[in-house]
């Protein structure tokens, strides 16, 4: 949704919560032990996502976020249970390109502002993967993000997306295009957001198996449905997908001058009048097209 108005700023877009495991407690020192070491791949990236001491920490990352169980019905202990056995195929399968994540829980939670926000809630075993590739991937992608970006980002917060919208105002340009993306990710075209992740990151195990989660179906009401477009969010890899995509437009809007305050799904831009924001609206709704799925 896009609109213009007058406007001073208390806050900036919503400072989501349950967005994936990015928060940074730690908890138990159980982990999911590889065992034996399945052949080498050639993909870099992925077997240090999966080392066993980023596995341990990932683990402690999605326990200390709780959370529910996905579409396989168990939860964080009963998983380290499974994995106890299972892990050393399941590595054996992420290795070789042939893994399979389960389909996404579909859920709905309460927004503060009204109305539902769905997600879609991964097995346990597909968040500390997803929590683990997230853990190898951020540092070598946050360091490339706008400065204006501040939503699922190492030190940064919605305090100072919130400092950053009234420093904007106070210079001067009290009219603000206010984006709300939320409906955005349900769009998402599949090979346009693997090719943005193509241009980054040169590891094709890890895009096989990013691609593998963005196909996973998505689960209601015990039916599971096939994905071919979008990114539910819920899962530790959303956001920093979120953040690789929306990262395309943040940087034209750099380019062209413009100031503004994106956390996740929520964009503020900063303008001198009225006018000019209607010309910013224009103008989001052609790059955010372009992002899309194709033959809508």
Not at 110 to 118: F, I, L, V, Y
Request: glycine share 8%; with cysteine.
């Amino acid at each position: 949704m896009l609109k213009v108005m007058r406007q001073m700023p208390t806050q900036v877009g919503r400072a989501t919560k349950g967005g994936g495991e990015a928060a940074p407690e730690e908890a138990s020192d159980e982990t999911c032990d590889p065992r034996p070491e399945p052949q080498d791949t050639g993909s870099a990236l992925l077997q240090a996502a999966l080392t066993k001491e980023n596995l341990q920490s990932a683990l402690k990352r999605v326990r200390a976020n709780k959370g529910a169980a996905g579409v396989d019905g168990l939860d964080i202990n009963q998983t380290v249970e499974h994995l106890k056995t299972a892990w050393p195929a399941i590595k054996e399968q992420l290795l070789a390109g042939t893994y399979r994540p389960d389909a996404v829980r579909r859920v709905t939670i309460p927004k503060p502002d009204g109305g539902q926000r769905e997600l879609g809630i991964p097995t346990v075993t597909d968040r500390i993967i997803q929590q683990a590739l997230l853990q190898v991937l951020q540092p070598l992608l946050d360091a490339n993000f706008s400065e204006s970006s501040y939503g699922f980002r190492p030190g940064r917060s919605a305090h100072q997306a919130v400092l950053a919208a009234q420093a904007h105002v106070q210079s001067g340009k009290p009219i603000v295009v206010d984006v709300d993306l939320e409906k955005f990710f349900d769009r998402v075209n599949h090979d346009i957001l693997i090719d943005r992740l193509q241009k980054r990151i040169n590891d094709d195990g890890v895009i096989r198996l990013i691609r593998a989660y963005l196909n996973s179906g998505i689960m209601s009401e015990g039916v599971v449905q096939e994905r071919h477009q979008g990114t539910p969010q819920g899962g530790p890899l959303s956001p920093l997908l979120a953040n690789v995509l929306l990262d395309e437009v943040d940087k034209e809007l750099e380019r062209r001058g413009h100031s503004f305050a994106r956390y996740a799904d929520d964009c503020n831009i900063y303008v001198g009048s009225l006018k000019a924001g209607e010309r910013v609206m224009a103008l989001l709704q052609r790059l955010y097209a372009k992002l899309w799925a194709q033959g809508q």
